[in-house]
C-alpha cells in the first residue's frame, strides 16, 4: 500500500505499507509535498504529484495576494530508485492514474494561475480579480497521456473547463470530473 503522511517532519511523503507485515518504509523525504500516489498496474513504478523543486510565486495587488500552486508528475520504484520527472511545465500538473498496460500515465494540467480558480469559488475569485483591475479565470484544465518511457506528452480530447480526478476506465475510456459555471458533474471522454 503506498500513502501520504506528514509525520516524519511534516511534510506531506510517500509511505509504503507491507500488509504482511505492517512494516511502514518512507519511500520520498525531499523538500516539498509528494501527493496522490498511484501504483502502476504491473507493480514497478509509483506515479505521484508533487511541488519539489518549485518555486512559490505570489501574484497581487494591493491587499489582495494570490498562492499559485506548482507541481509536476513523477515516478519512482517502489524501492525508492529511479526517480523521474515525468512533466515539466512550470505551471501545474497533477492526479496521475495509470492505464492498464503500465506504459501511460493521465493527469491534468493547467496554469499556475488557473490553480486560483481551480481551488476557489468562482464568485469570490471574479469578483477579487475585478477589484485588482484583472480579468475573470474560467480556468479550463488539459488532460495529458504522458508516455513513461519517451515522456511525449499527448492532450486528451476533452470538454472545457477545470477537470480534474481522471480515471482510466477497463474500455481505455478516460473519465474525469469537471467543475464549470454550471457545477460539479462527472464526464467521460
Same mark, same amino acid.
Given at each position: ?13 510517500? !509511505?509504503?505499507? *507491507?500488509? =504482511? ?5 518512507? $519511500?520520498?523525504? #525531499?523538500r516539498?509535498?509528494d501527493?496522490?500516489? /498511484? ?25 489582495w495576494?494570490?498562492?499559485?500552486q506548482?507541481?509536476?508528475i513523477y ?10 520527472r515525468?512533466t ?9 492514474? !495509470?492505464?492498464r *498496460?503500465? =506504459?501511460?500515465v493521465?493527469g491534468?494540467? $493547467?496554469?499556475? #494561475?488557473e490553480?486560483?480558480?481551480?481551488r476557489? /469559488? ?19 484544465t ?5 508516455d513513461v ?5 499527448t ?9 480534474s ?12 470530473v469537471r ?11
Amino acid at each position: 500500500l503506498v500513502f501520504v503522511s506528514t509525520r516524519a517532519d511534516g511534510t506531506a511523503d510517500l !509511505w509504503i505499507r *507491507d500488509l =504482511s507485515t505492517n512494516r511502514e518504509t518512507r $519511500l520520498t523525504s #525531499e523538500r516539498g509535498g509528494d501527493f496522490r500516489p /498511484a501504483w502502476s498496474p504491473d507493480g514497478k513504478w509509483i506515479a505521484f504529484s508533487s511541488d519539489r523543486g518549485t518555486k512559490v510565486k505570489r501574484d497581487g495587488g494591493g491587499q489582495w495576494w494570490v498562492h499559485l500552486q506548482l507541481a509536476d508528475i513523477y515516478i519512482i520504484h517502489p524501492d525508492g530508485s529511479a526517480l523521474k520527472r515525468l512533466t515539466n511545465s512550470g505551471n501545474f500538473c497533477g492526479g496521475p492514474r !495509470w492505464t492498464r *498496460d503500465s =506504459s501511460h500515465v493521465v493527469g491534468y494540467c $493547467l496554469s499556475g #494561475e488557473e490553480t486560483f480558480a481551480y481551488r476557489s /469559488a468562482s464568485d469570490a475569485t471574479d469578483e477579487a480579480l475585478q477589484r485588482m483591475g484583472r480579468k475573470p479565470l474560467r480556468g479550463n484544465t488539459t488532460l495529458v497521456s504522458i508516455d513513461v518511457a519517451t515522456l511525449e506528452q499527448t492532450p486528451i480530447s476533452a470538454r472545457p473547463g477545470i477537470k480534474s480526478f481522471p480515471s482510466v476506465l477497463n474500455d481505455g475510456e478516460i473519465a474525469y470530473v469537471r467543475k464549470d459555471t454550471d457545477g460539479r458533474g462527472i464526464s467521460y471522454n
